[in-house]
Nanobody, 126 residues
Framework: QVQLVESGGGSVQAGGSLRLSCAVS??????????MGWFRQAPGKEREGVAS????????LYADSVKGRFTISLDNAKTTVYLQMGSLKPEDSATYYC?????????????????WGQGTQVTVSS
């Protein structure tokens, strides 16, 4: 059974930073041919893709709203994905989810992902 567990959320003032982590277990597909992504969902809004990384190539894709502020990365074992968030804004407040899909490449489309974590809350105050 694939499990993804996010951590690192919390409350921070605008301009601050947070680092989210997502640990993956029970994943039996090839770890070198997967897409991993971070998504977020604010109350009353659709879940949107924030960043994605290819476990094979290491290439990354970011939503325009976070480019230059957020960085997605993987540990060497490809079991944990991180999202370093900087210059946080109140509009970044949301529940953040990580996801994994056994496909090569990157994607910010939620329908491309089969396995999801339970989410971690991020609140940015002005």
């Amino acid at each position: 059974q694939v499990q993804l567990v996010e951590s690192g959320g919390g409350s921070v003032q605008a301009g601050g930073s947070l680092r989210l982590s997502c640990a993956v277990s029970g994943y039996t597909y090839s770890r070198s041919r997967a897409s991993m992504g971070w998504f977020r969902q604010a109350p009353g809004k659709e879940r949107e893709g924030v960043a994605s990384i290819s476990t094979g190539s290491g290439s990354a894709l970011y939503a325009d709203s976070v480019k230059g502020r957020f960085t997605i990365s993987l540990d060497n074992a490809k079991t944990t994905v991180y999202l370093q968030m900087g210059s946080l804004k109140p509009e970044d407040s949301a529940t953040y989810y990580c996801a994994i899909q056994p496909r090569y490449g990157v994607s910010l489309k939620k329908y491309d992902y089969a396995f999801w974590g339970q989410g971690t809350q991020v609140t940015v105050s002005s």
